[in-house]
């Protein structure tokens, strides 16, 4: 199951940079605000997901 949500949490990052780059292509800075700010949540979810595994451990 932890392995499922590492999955997930890149892929979000991975739609976040691209929405970012969208953004910036585009110059829509709305756009690139949000694109930042998935790629940040993504972040704190993988943190999670760390924390959870050193706690296994």
């Known amino acids: 199951m932890a392995t ?3 999955m997930r949490n890149m892929a979000e990052k ?6 970012e780059a969208a953004g910036r292509a585009t110059d829509d800075g709305t756009m690139e605000a949000k694109g930042r700010g998935t790629q940040i949540k993504a972040d704190l979810k993988q943190a999670g997901e760390k924390i959870k595994d050193a706690g296994k451990h």
């Open 4 to 6: 499922d949500d590492k």
């Open 14 to 19: 991975a739609k976040g940079k691209a929405k």
